[in-house]
C-alpha cells in the first residue's frame, strides 16, 4: 500500500509569493490534515479535510488555505508569503474510525527568501 | 487549553540502556486521547500508540511500554535495551474525544530528540 505522498518535497519562494502543496493520501482515507513544523513553534495543526469538507481548523491567518478533492487529495495554499512560514509542512490521512492515528507524508519543506 | 510538555529537550544514552521520555499534559476535556509518534531523521511522523483517557492500564509492546497515569496527567514512555535504530524526536501528543473530526486536531509536545550512541 503507498503511503502519503507530498509534492515539491523542497522549494524556495520569495517573500510576496504564494505556494501550493499537494498531498495524496493513502488509498482509502478519506481524511486529510495538514500540520507545520518549525524550529520555534513545532508542530501546529493547520486544518482536516473530510470528504471535502472543512472539518477543523487551527490558528493560523487566512493566508493559509486548502482543499480537498473527490479524489481525496488535497492541496494546501499560502498566499502573500512571510519569512515566517518557512517551515515543514506535513501531511497525513487517517483511516476511518482511527482516532488520531495518522500516517504522515514526509512533508514539503518550503524556503521563504 | 490543552498542553502537552516534553521537559526534556535531548537525551542521550549508551545503546542497550532503558530509557524513559517524559510527557506531562494538560486538558480540561474529561474524555481525551493520548499519543506517541516517532520521528525518524526521513521527516517522516510515525504512529507508535493511542491511549484513551479512560483507560490508565499500562501498555508494552516489545521493547517500547507506556506508562498512564492520570492523578499526575503524565504519560511516559520507557525502551528497555536501547539500539541505535531507536534514535530519533518522539512526540507525545493530545486531542479531545469529542467525536472522530476532532481527533485529527492534535496537540504535540516540543518534542524530545533521542540518541543512542553504540
Known amino acids: 500500500k503507498a503511503g502519503v505522498t507530498q509534492t515539491p518535497r523542497y522549494l524556495i519562494k520569495t517573500r510576496g509569493q504564494q505556494v501550493t502543496l499537494s498531498c495524496s493520501p493513502i488509498?482509502?482515507?478519506?481524511?486529510v490534515s495538514w500540520y507545520q513544523q518549525t524550529p520555534g513553534q513545532g508542530l501546529q495543526f493547520l486544518f482536516e479535510?473530510?470528504?471535502?469538507?472543512?472539518?477543523n481548523k487551527g490558528n493560523f491567518p487566512g493566508r493559509f488555505s486548502g482543499r480537498q478533492f473527490s479524489n481525496s487529495r488535497s492541496e494546501m495554499n499560502v498566499s502573500t508569503l512571510e519569512l515566517g512560514d518557512s517551515a515543514l509542512y506535513l501531511c497525513?490521512?487517517?483511516?476511518?474510525?482511527?482516532?488520531?492515528?495518522?500516517?504522515f507524508g514526509e512533508g514539503s519543506r518550503l524556503t521563504v527568501l | 487549553a490543552q498542553k502537552v510538555t516534553q521537559a526534556q529537550t535531548e537525551i542521550s544514552v549508551v545503546e542497550k540502556e532503558d530509557v524513559t521520555l517524559d510527557c506531562v499534559y494538560e486538558?480540561?476535556?474529561?474524555?481525551?486521547?493520548l499519543f506517541w509518534y516517532k520521528q525518524p531523521p526521513s521527516g517522516e511522523l510515525v504512529f507508535l500508540i493511542r491511549r484513551n483517557s479512560f483507560d490508565e492500564q499500562n501498555e508494552i509492546s516489545g521493547r517500547y511500554s507506556w506508562n498512564f497515569q492520570k492523578s499526575t496527567s503524565s504519560f511516559n514512555f520507557t525502551i528497555t535495551a536501547s539500539q541505535v535504530v531507536d534514535s530519533a524526536v518522539y512526540f507525545c501528543a493530545l486531542s479531545e474525544a469529542a467525536g472522530y473530526s476532532s481527533a485529527s486536531k492534535i496537540i504535540f509536545g516540543s518534542g524530545t530528540r533521542l540518541s543512542i550512541r553504540p
Open positions: 488509498s482509502g482515507h478519506r481524511s
Open positions: 497525513a490521512s487517517k483511516p476511518q474510525g482511527a482516532a488520531g492515528e495518522l500516517f
Open positions: 479535510y473530510f470528504s471535502e469538507t472543512q472539518r
Open positions: 486538558t480540561r476535556d474529561t474524555t481525551y486521547y
